[in-house]
């Protein structure tokens, strides 16, 4: 059972690479967030402009998060080019870093286990809550988020055990990295961290340590730094942070995202956590009863972690199921437990009189793992559905998709109507950039042209009121139409705007 750190990094490549980046680059990008994060990184790289993110050149005042993701984008796009890559990968590459990050913690630092490093990334990258679109497998804020959050609480952890000063500058450090990440989200965790250091007496300790200051004093200057900049040059910035971040989020529903204080343990029993829960309990119980006093105190830690933060995203009174993420590397570190447990058991029976070497760990290993992680490869390399929130939208967005990528030719010559979400803007943008034969407005209204497209309810049906025309090719919800002639004054909203 013996494995060297340094192999044991290869097992956890091995297990996580077909989840992470397999096929990464074949969903078109989703609706909402990810599709506005990548409309702010396409535009950072044309306008040059690091300080304000900006969605069809105006700033960004509906997602006010500070823009490290969308810096890191952008540098992407300027490597890769304009694709679902770029804007993907640095998900991926976030949830790498975590996965080698828990594995560097227990393998090289915290008891210097090897197999319970490599166990708790099985169970961590084989979870549906975490390998998944709006998770690693897209391009939003919260893969990247919970690789600063693991970190920082790592790192404090370590801190506490070993009062090394470089662990609380690498704890400060990815504090601030996280809230340039997803703002006040990357503060929860901190009652948590205070409540422990109380309960361990090592508050004191910390307090009278006077670089403590020093690092904190950097934190707000950063954080304070970029927000009043931000006021400063777009005024009613930190109005909308309030409104988005603080008080609105957590004291009334948002964007219909509700639901009972319980939402977030159901989604985890339901879908996020749903094959490993059990292991999380036992874990608890393992953890709390076992002769290792480091491990006892490490699963107090993350038992006041997770208990807190779960307590203060259930109050709110926005819920949306991805808040849970930056939990799950701490649901997978205490299942793990559990299941290292029972495999250096196995590991300790003699079998010797039945067989040569004792496999009964790694079947055990196998057995319970493979459930969950064939799942997770399906989801990599058979493809996950596209959300579900607008199916017109989706139907939209794959023909950009197959567009932008030169797989499909079906648009040249036609004018595409009504495409304002994000996600099609951004495919607009890659489009216009390769320069094909293709016009796109924001609008209902066809103008002269004769060849359009068109895919929502409301905009077919004032084309087919105000036009003679004729549906040559259908795609889903989708609609290609020659138009003969003009009946009527369309009923377009916005017919104003110019075609783009």
């Known amino acids: ?11 956890v490549l091995l297990i996580v690479s077909i989840p992470l980046f397999a096929h990464l680059g074949e969903l078109p990008i989703q609706q909402w967030d990810e599709g506005r994060l ?28 500070p823009p490290l993701l969308t810096w890191i984008q ?82 404090f952890f370590l801190y506490l055990e070993e009062k090394k000063i470089r662990y609380l500058h690498i704890t400060m450090l990815l504090l601030t990295l996280s809230v340039y990440t997803k703002g006040v989200q990357g503060l929860m965790f901190l009652p948590a961290l205070l409540i422990y250091a109380v309960a361990t007496k090592k508050l004191l300790a910390l307090l009278k340590e006077k670089r403590f200051y020093i690092d ?74 076992t ?13 006041l972690v997770m208990g807190v ?70 989801v990599a390399t058979c493809g996950q559905p596209a959300s579900q929130w607008d199916y017109v939208n989706k139907d939209m967005s794959q023909i950009l998709f197959n567009v932008a990528n030169d797989n499909d030719k079906s648009l040249d010559g036609y004018l595409v109507l009504d495409n304002y979400d994000d996600n099609l803007t951004w495919y607009r943008e890659v489009i216009k950039r390769q320069h094909k034969p293709i016009q796109f407005s924001p609008d209902k209204d066809p103008g002269t042209a004769t060849k359009v497209v068109a895919f929502r309810f409301d905009t077919k049906w004032a084309l087919d009121s105000a036009c003679d025309l004729s549906v040559t090719y259908s795609s889903g919800a989708v609609n290609y139409y020659t138009i003969k002639g003009k009946k009527t004054h369309l009923p377009a909203v916005g017919s104003s705007r110019k075609t783009l």
């Open 309 to 378: 933060y779960m307590f203060i995203i259930s109050s709110a009174e926005t819920k949306c199921w991805w808040y849970i993420m930056p939990v799950m590397p701490f649901m997978a570190i205490v299942g793990g437990v559990f299941i290292n447990t029972i495999f250096k058991a196995l590991g300790r029976v003699d079998v010797s009189k039945t067989m040569r070497w004792n496999v009964l760990p790694y079947l055990f290993l196998i057995v319970t793992a493979l459930p969950a992680y064939t799942t997770i490869i399906k």
């Open 216 to 289: 904190g004093l950097a934190f707000v200057a950063l954080v304070l730094g970029y927000y009043l900049a931000r006021e400063h040059y777009k005024h009613g910035y930190l109005d909308a942070v309030i409104l988005n971040e603080l008080g609105g989020r957590y004291g009334q529903v948002l964007e219909g995202h509700k639901g009972t204080f319980f939402y977030f343990f159901n989604w985890i029993d339901e879908r996020a956590f749903t094959y490993w829960w059990p292991t999380l309990v036992g874990g608890l119980i393992t953890g709390g009863l």
């Open 74 to 155: 952008a540098i992407f796009i300027k490597i890769l080019g304009a694709n679902e890559w770029a804007i993907r990968l640095p998900s991926a590459l976030a949830a790498l870093a975590t996965c080698l990050l828990i594995y560097w913690f227990f393998a090289w630092k915290f008891i210097k286990d090897v197999w319970l490093g490599i166990i708790c990334n099985l169970l961590l990258i084989s979870c549906m809550g975490y390998v998944t679109l709006h998770g690693t497998r897209s391009g939003d804020y919260d893969t990247l988020l919970t690789l600063l959050t693991t970190g920082y609480i790592l790192c």
């Open 1 to 11: 059972m013996n494995l060297k750190p340094i192999h044991g990094i290869l097992v």
């Open 291 to 303: 002769a290792d006093k480091q491990v006892r105190r490490l699963m107090l830690y993350l038992s």
């Open 38 to 65: 990548a409309m702010k990184a396409i535009e950072m790289t044309e306008s040059h402009n690091w300080l304000i993110t900006t969605v069809n050149g105006f700033p960004d005042l509906l997602s006010v998060k």
